[in-house]
């Protein structure tokens, strides 16, 4: 059988792989990962036993984040690192491992087919026929120097779903071969791998090597590996959990605080969901829809729709709360827009704070936010007031139907009508913790929630100094 050995970049999910790391949980794991390399030389120096070695692994992934999993040995198997708290939960890591220097029984790049190989297919074999494990995420072989790991789907195809392996299995457990040893079983996947002529996909990493990269600088490629090898070590990569900022994954927290400050709140009849007006009870005058619910039912001629308003609804009510909730939906819109151009001029001009603009200090009323659409992102440069420009001369021009004035602001409302002096509650479960029931502008209070969120775009992979939750533009087409 041959090995094609992948490179860690190649082996983690490119989502995953693009998110930017927290600086504070960078360093941690630094500093977690030189320990191991010290636990390591000096249980090497000592002459320590394998079992030593075990226990090191076992404390290695404890504190490198699957301390909320259990992490023990289970029936034959070295190491297992569960899908819960629970024991009983699932294995979702197998384990087998060497003493460092183990040469006899240790696989190489060169060679799979030692014994640290034949014991992990026979353990994999025993997890899936015997205990219909079908929660198996990775197969690790390692003598803590070097890694092999394996996804659990290539040893399911290579090792189970081929019918020789599984019946010899069968057979040999029932008692009707030559002998029940393991040693039998041993050599008859041996005798598998050496005649196979399939090919078998994992990582190679030799960890040792990568203590270098420990010292090394900011952005340098060392510190770009390293940012990689500790997205590997992880519960989202070795046990597939899924990631806040996973782009099939919505951010509820950020979600519902959304609707929240729109006004609207989301339902459910069975398996359908409903975003409709808050309960009546729950309604907040300053949110976003309560404010043009007001106006457009005071201010607005509603015949200006002509036969268009059917689709709005039937009765008033309906019609207006239509209206409103397109009108909400349009400007919103374009807030969370802007929100992800502020954060990628803000990387790309090296931090200077004037392109920090989606603020209450520099848009302080709805007036200034539709300038901002209409005669900032609209218009070019040259062609803006100089008022303006003095203003927003930074902020490039947009060619973009998104900023130019839509029909039905056309025939109803625009963003500047709405009251400039509304207030709120802050959400009870509110990412602005200190804010929490406190009463606050509503714009002022869009803004300061946006910026509790850090809108990085996808691919910076870089580090993060703050630990905001990541919005990106696939998590943004999800609550759309």
């Not at 998110?19 to 941690?28: A, D, K």
């Amino acid at each position: 059988m041959k090995f094609e050995a992948k490179t860690v970049r190649n082996t983690i999910n490119k989502a995953f792989l693009k998110e930017p790391v927290q600086r504070v949980l960078f360093e941690e794991f630094k500093q977690i990962l030189e320990r191991f390399f010290a636990g390591i030389k000096l249980a090497k120096e000592k002459g320590e036993h394998e079992e030593h070695f075990k226990n090191i692994l076992a404390e290695f992934f404890r504190v490198v984040g699957f301390d909320l999993y259990t992490i023990n040995t289970s029936r034959r198997i070295d190491l297992a690192i569960h899908t819960g708290s629970k024991p009983d939960n699932p294995v979702g890591i197998l384990f087998e491992t060497k003493r460092p220097g183990n040469s006899s029984e240790m696989v190489t790049k060169e060679n799979l087919n030692r014994k640290a190989m034949h014991e992990a297919i026979l353990y994999y074999l025993e997890q899936r026929i015997e205990l219909k494990n079908s929660d198996l995420k990775h197969i690790v072989i390692t003598d803590m120097e070097n890694w092999f790991i394996f996804d659990a789907q290539e040893f399911e195809r290579l090792f189970y779903k081929l019918p020789d392996l599984r019946k010899m299995w069968k057979l040999w457990k029932a008692d009707r071969k030559v002998s029940s040893t393991n040693d039998f079983m041993y050599n008859e996947i041996n005798r598998y791998l050496d005649e196979s002529d399939h090919k078998i996909t994992g990582l190679w990493l030799p960890l040792h090597k990568t203590e270098k990269f420990l010292q090394a600088k900011d952005g340098s490629d060392y510190e770009k590996k390293l940012r990689a090898i500790y997205k590997l070590f992880t519960p989202i990569h070795l046990l597939k959990e899924p990631f806040a900022n996973d782009s099939n994954s919505l951010n509820k927290e950020f979600y519902h605080e959304l609707l929240y400050i729109l006004g609207l709140e989301e339902t459910r009849d069975g398996s359908t969901r409903y975003i409709q007006r808050a309960d009546k009870d729950s309604r907040q005058a300053g949110s976003f829809i309560e404010n043009s619910i007001r106006i457009i039912d005071a201010e607005v001629n509603l015949n200006r729709f002509g036969n268009s308003l059917q689709q709005y609804g039937e009765a008033r009510d309906e019609q207006v709360f239509g209206i409103a909730m397109e009108l909400c939906i349009t400007w919103i819109n374009r807030i969370l827009f802007l929100k992800l151009l502020e954060s990628q001029l803000y990387r790309y001009h090296r931090q200077a704070q004037n392109f920090k603009f989606l603020n209450y200090k520099t848009i302080d009323g709805f007036d200034e936010l539709s300038k901002l659409f209409f005669q900032v992102l609209a218009r070019k440069e040259k062609e803006r007031d100089d008022e303006i420009f003095e203003k927003f001369g930074h902020i490039p021009y947009l060619n973009s139907s998104l900023f130019e004035v839509s029909e039905i602001e056309d025939r109803a409302i625009r963003i500047s009508n709405l009251d400039d002096h509304a207030k709120m509650p802050v959400y009870k479960r509110s990412v602005l913790q200190k804010e929490r029931g406190n009463k606050l502008n509503t714009l002022d209070y869009l803004f300061r929630f946006l910026e509790a969120y850090d809108f990085s775009a996808d691919g910076s992979e870089e580090i993060r100094e703050e630990s905001k939750s990541l919005i990106n533009a696939s998590v943004l087409g999800l609550i759309f």
